[in-house]
T-cell receptor, first 115, second 114 residues
Framework: AQSVTQPDIHITVSEGASLELRCNYS??????LFWYVQSPGQGLQLLLK??????LVQGIKGFEAEFKRSQSSFNLRKPSVHWSDAAEYFC?????????????FGAGTRLAVHP | DSGVTQTPKHLITATGQRVTLRCSPR?????VYWYQQSLDQGLQFLIQ???????AKGNILERFSAQQFPDLHSELNLSSLELGDSALYFC?????????????FGPGTRLTVL
């Protein structure tokens, strides 16, 4: 069965520091992978997605993620964090035969940013 | 603003009651999804519709039902409500409902069951 693990529940970084949020997935075929961000009181916004091709994916707000098949990982990175990046981040795996697209989400990582 | 609208934003009701949550997808999107976000279960996929027809089902309870209407808006009906149904319910929409689609999420409806 598909599953997603985000090992870090909470992460705190200083503004301007680099960030890496971990995501590991379990999926039998080539996965479709997504990172979403949820700000307090808001819905989820897509940061980036990976289906195939170049394993380094660029997203919005300066985020990038790297797909590593050998490690079943899809870690999210940002070189310099801004205070406005404080939010909860969700990794998700999707896709399936028959044309449907249910997303399986990880538990999320809550990011706090210190000034 | 994703373009997906959900009403109401907040709903407070009592155990045993029935409620209806409404979702309007982005203009041009044919597929609608429902997700539940709770503290103990996290974000869980409930059900997907495409152009009025059910396409995929997840961990949706028998007390819950959904439909997508000809104008493509969708409703999620929750009945015989229990305390554990308190959660944030998200609707998302996408163009075709296929596996490479981006799902655009609405702001959610927060349901509190007392």
């Amino acid at each position: 069965a598909q599953s997603v693990t985000q090992p870090d529940i909470h992460i705190t970084v200083s503004e301007g520091a680099s960030l890496e949020l971990r995501c590991n997935y379990s999926y039998g075929a080539t996965p479709y992978l997504f990172w979403y961000v949820q700000s307090p009181g808001q819905g989820l916004q897509l940061l980036l997605k990976y289906f195939s091709g170049d394993t380094l994916v660029q997203g919005i707000k300066g985020f990038e993620a790297e797909f590593k098949r050998s490690q079943s990982s899809f870690n999210l990175r940002k070189p310099s964090v801004h205070w406005s990046d404080a939010a909860e981040y969700f990794c998700a795996v999707g896709g399936g035969s028959g044309g449907y697209n249910k997303l399986i989400f990880g538990a999320g990582t809550r990011l706090a940013v210190h000034p | 603003d994703s373009g997906v609208t959900q009403t109401p934003k907040h709903l407070i009701t009592a155990t045993g009651q029935r409620v209806t949550l409404r979702c309007s997808p982005r203009s041009g999107d044919l597929s609608v999804y429902w997700y539940q976000q709770s503290l103990d279960q996290g974000l869980q996929f409930l059900i997907q519709y495409y152009n009025g027809e059910e396409r995929a089902k997840g961990n949706i309870l028998e007390r819950f039902s959904a439909q997508q209407f000809p104008d493509l808006h969708s409703e999620l009906n929750l009945s015989s409500l229990e305390l554990g149904d308190s959660a944030l319910y998200f609707c998302a929409s996408s163009v075709t409902g296929g596996p490479t689609d981006t799902q655009y999420f609405g702001p959610g409806t927060r349901l509190t069951v007392l």
